[in-house]
């Protein structure tokens, strides 16, 4: 199973707006999405699973994608990442 990992670096970590870009563009594909941040474990299509997982700045997640259109949904969600989910500044 492909996955990629990613230092969350945005002041408010994986919170609210972040939160939310991530879930929006992993329902964009088929794939199942989950991020990890230690033992916890979360579907990427589910804000509340993301929230509810903690991620503030200087985290390293693990993102890991299953299904036909894995390696895209995880090249998008690194995108998205490398833009600083869209933060000014």
Same mark, same amino acid.
Do not use: C, W, Y
């Given at each position: 199973?492909?996955?990629?990992?990613?230092?969350? *670096?945005?002041? @408010?970590?994986?919170?609210?707006?972040?939160?939310a870009?991530?879930?929006?563009?992993?329902?964009?594909?088929?794939? !199942?999405? *989950? @991020?990890?941040?230690?033992?916890?474990?979360? !579907?990427?299509?589910?804000?509340?699973?993301?929230?509810?997982?903690?991620?503030?700045?200087?985290s390293?997640? *693990?993102?890991? %994608?299953?299904?036909? !259109?894995?390696?895209?949904?995880? %090249?998008?969600?690194?995108?998205?990442?490398?833009?600083?989910?869209?933060? %000014?500044?």
């Open positions: 199973m492909p996955e990629i990992q990613l230092d969350i *670096t945005n002041s @408010v970590g994986l919170h609210a707006r972040p939160a870009l991530f879930v929006q563009e992993a329902n964009r594909f088929a794939a !199942d999405i *989950t @991020v990890r941040l230690g033992d916890t474990e979360a !579907d990427a299509k589910s804000i509340l699973d993301l929230l509810l997982l903690g991620a503030v700045q200087g390293r997640v *693990t993102v890991r %994608a299953e299904g036909p !259109d894995a390696e895209a949904a995880l %090249a998008a969600l690194r995108a998205l990442h490398a833009r600083n989910f869209d933060e %000014a500044g």
